[in-house]
């Protein structure tokens, strides 16, 4: 079964510095999506990413985050200066059609920063 | 806005107990309702979905009934397996169906 995969599982940085985290969406979805889940707390929408470029985003997605997608495969989320509010799990989904019918998660990368 | 709100856990049982995980929504229009699983490890998986009221999803097992007029979407399972420890979020699609609102998850484990 097609899956969106996501790299790496658990990442490591350091306060004010910038980190990317990468999904692979399967291959023939249109649409791309990034959520956080705070340790104890919900999963959040970040953002939507349609014909390359953004669709929709939250209140989260500030002037500190992008998303990218920089070839035909990766879709990118890049945080530039990261705080340590941002240590969460970070799951990347797709769908074809922009609903839920096919609407795909990775397994999460898990960002910690010290 | 749109909301979520399921029972906070961990919920434990024994195996082969009944299970019920409470969920209720605030929404305008109706949404889509969904039970998502998560195991140890892994993404979150679609475990089954209703689209409009008094429909049922059911999968594994696991079903949810869609009522309207108490805004929920229950999960139950009458008699749970070890293989079910996992967390499950309740979660809605909002009216232009393609972001997910979820809820915080609720942890299960099942003891032998």
């Known amino acids: 079964e097609p899956e969106v995969t996501q790299t790496p599982s658990h990442q490591v940085t350091q306060m004010g510095q910038e980190v990317i985290l990468r999904c692979v969406p399967i291959?023939?979805?249109?649409?791309f999506y990034w959520y956080r889940q705070i340790l104890g707390q919900k999963v959040e929408f970040l953002v939507s990413?349609?014909?390359?470029?953004?669709?929709?985003k939250s209140e989260i997605f500030d002037d500190q985050f992008s998303v990218e997608r920089p070839d035909g495969s990766n879709f990118t989320l890049k945080i530039r200066s990261t705080k340590l509010e941002d240590s969460a799990m970070y799951f990347c989904?797709?769908?074809?059609?922009?609903?839920?019918?096919?609407?795909?998660f990775g397994s999460g990368t898990r960002l910690t920063v010290v | 806005g749109d909301s979520v709100t399921q029972m906070e856990g961990p919920v434990t049982l024994s195996e082969e107990a009944f299970l019920t995980i409470n969920c209720t929504y605030t929404?305008?229009?109706?949404?889509?309702l969904f039970w998502y699983v998560q195991y140890p490890g892994e993404g979150l998986q679609l475990l089954l979905k209703?689209?409009?009221?008094?429909d049922k999803g059911s999968n594994k097992g696991f079903e949810a009934t869609y009522r309207k007029e108490t805004t929920s979407f229950h999960l139950e399972k009458g008699s749970v397996q070890v293989s079910d420890s996992a967390v499950y979020f309740c979660?809605?699609?909002?009216?232009?169906?393609?972001?997910?609102?979820f809820g915080k998850g609720t942890r299960l484990h099942i003891l032998p």
């Open positions: 990413f349609y014909n390359n470029e953004i669709s929709e």
């Open positions: 291959s023939n979805h249109l649409y």
């Open positions: 929404a305008t229009g109706y949404p889509s």
């Open positions: 209703a689209t409009k009221a008094d």
């Open positions: 989904a797709s769908s074809l059609q922009g609903d839920f019918r096919s609407y795909t």
């Open positions: 979660a809605l699609s909002d009216k232009r169906g393609d972001k997910i609102i």
